[in-house]
T-cell receptor, first 114, second 109 residues
Framework: DGGITQSPKYLFRKEGQNVTLSCEQN?????MYWYRQDPGQGLRLIYY???????QKGDIAEGYSVSREKKESFPLTVTSAQKNPTAFYLC?????????????FGPGTRLTVL | QKEVEQNSGPLSVPEGAIASLNCTYS??????FFWYRQYSGKSPELIMF????GDKEDGRFTAQLNKASQYVSLLIRDSQPSDSATYLC?????????FGAGTILRVKS
């Protein structure tokens, strides 16, 4: 089955901890994205990557970090510098980089700070 | 700041009626628009995309784009209770997709 997988589905973080959210795709898509969704708000872009070993900051990158060492993987680390990390995190991918291409979403990770 | 605006709703329609969801955008340069459906606790799933002025139909769904008025809409014919969800409008602004906050649709049987 082709698609985007995210793990874990639920994640709990203690104050001061860094946590890493996994995103894997087997669609052979070039571009990958991380969004954050808070209740009653639209999706906000954290980071995106159009090609392996390259990524750009989105609108709310502070307190987050990413890597893109393989085409199919785009993990997101939520660092202790992110003061309000409780949210629903969505990974997406699109076939073409840079263009207005359709983005497809993974199932999401719900992060809660204890 | 490029923005996409949607009425948060909820929009309530009876089963079998037409649901009309609307979206406006601020970036005149936006060329393509997407409608996603999101069930509670789930991730968004693509319903339709539209690039050209006019209407685009796919089954019970029709997307409409009016670039002069900077207006996008989604019509759902013969609405079903299973259509109850949040509908997200998104427009491609420059190098990223800009999302509206979504409209909650409730279809009553």
């Amino acid at each position: 089955d082709g698609g985007i997988t995210q793990s874990p589905k639920y994640l709990f973080r203690k104050e001061g901890q860094n946590v890493t959210l996994s995103c894997e795709q087997n669609l052979n898509h070039d571009a990958m994205y991380w969004y954050r969704q808070d209740p009653g708000q639209g999706l906000r872009l954290i980071y995106y990557s159009q090609i392996v070993n390259d990524f750009q900051k989105g609108d709310i990158a502070e307190g987050y970090s990413v890597s893109r060492e393989k085409k199919e993987s785009f993990p997101l680390t939520v660092t202790s510098a992110q003061k309000n990390p409780t949210a629903f995190y969505l990974c997406a991918s699109s076939l073409l980089p840079g263009g207005a291409d359709t983005q497809y979403f993974g199932p999401g990770t719900r992060l809660t700070v204890l | 700041q490029k923005e996409v605006e949607q009425n948060s709703g909820p929009l309530s329609v009876p089963e079998g009626a037409i649901a009309s969801l609307n979206c406006t955008y601020s970036d005149r340069g936006s060329q393509s628009f997407f409608w996603y459906r999101q069930y509670s606790g789930k991730s968004p799933e693509l319903i339709m995309f539209i690039y050209s002025n006019g209407d685009k139909e796919d089954g019970r769904f029709t997307a409409q784009l009016n670039k002069a008025s900077q207006y996008v809409s989604l019509l759902i014919r013969d609405s079903q209770p299973s259509d109850s969800a949040t509908y997200l409008c998104a427009g491609w602004g420059g190098n990223k997709l800009v999302f509206g906050a979504g409209t909650i649709l409730r279809v009553k049987s």
